[in-house]
């Protein structure tokens, strides 16, 4: 069964530095495909510069496994509008990109920045860790 996953900036990152892991696992095993926004998909590129990873494979993994979601809102709007589910509005937009994306699940390191039963509450969205969602699929059986 195909499950609506949002992952965050740090998930992509994570499994572009390491073999091993559970976002690894995720990004480069599963055959579902996960979703990111038009904005972390900026913040990604100049990561990937900053921590001297290639272009090349970053470019691969979004155009392999995973979707792009648009938001139409600028950053300022969706601060505005979401700023309410998480402890830094930095990351307000990842809960707007979870939305916009029909999520079902927000995967995250961060998780002291996410209001996390709030998140639940209003939007539908559980947010776990690329662990504890590995958990929960192993749990299905």
Do not use: C, W
Not at 31 to 37: L, T, Y
Not at 106 to 128: A, C, E, P, S
Request: net charge positive.
């Amino acid at each position: 069964m195909s499950k609506k996953v949002f992952v965050d900036s740090d998930v992509v990152i994570s499994s572009l530095l390491s073999q091993k892991g559970a976002a690894n696992l995720l990004l480069n095993k599963q055959r579902d495909k996960f979703s990111i926004s038009n904005i972390s998909q900026k913040e990604l590129k100049k990561v990937v510069d900053r921590l001297g990873i290639s272009q090349d494979k970053l470019q691969t993994l979004i155009r392999k496994r995973l979707k792009v979601v648009k938001l139409r809102e600028n950053k300022t709007k969706i601060k505005s509008n979401f700023q309410a589910y998480s402890t830094d509005p930095n990351d307000a937009h990842i809960v707007a990109g979870a939305k916009a994306a029909k999520a079902k699940f927000l995967l995250t390191y961060n998780l002291k920045h996410f209001q996390r039963q709030k998140i639940y509450d209003d939007l539908g969205i559980v947010v776990l860790t690329p662990a504890q969602y590995l958990q929960y699929l192993r749990s299905l059986g």
